[in-house]
């Protein structure tokens, strides 16, 4: 476990952020941003968070399922290749209006 795991928060005293974050996504489906501000962490940590928690899942035999961005406009689903980024723009109609990867765990 790395230093951010000693970082606790008055919500959930005693669980480290990684524990709160998982506690989170097993429950409900949140994006990025619902995680940061959930978990009172900032946004641009949770994608790492969401790294390190990975592991750590799979060893307790559950699996961090990201539901892919997709475009609005035309429905293209954004790939695995993008599923930890954010991406701006659909390569396929160019509209900027996307909707946000969202991250849930489920049993693996
Ligand atoms: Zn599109």
């Known amino acids: 476990m ?9 919500a959930s005293p005693g ?14 489906e949140l994006t990025a941003h619902e995680i940061s501000k959930q978990a009172s962490v900032a946004e641009r940590e949770v994608a790492e968070h969401l790294r390190h928690l990975e592991h750590t899942l799979l060893q307790a035999g559950e699996r961090l ?16 290749r993008e599923k930890h980024g954010r ?11 996307l909707s946000k990867a969202r991250f849930t765990i489920v049993p693996a």
């Open 2 to 10: 790395g230093s951010a795991d000693r970082l606790v928060s008055a």
């Open 15 to 28: 669980l480290t952020v990684r524990q709160r974050i998982a506690e989170l996504l097993r429950s409900t």
């Open 65 to 80: 399922r990201v539901l892919a961005p997709h475009c609005v406009k035309c429905g293209f689903v954004f790939g695995d």
């Open 87 to 97: 991406p701006s723009r659909c390569p396929k109609c160019k509209s900027e209006r």
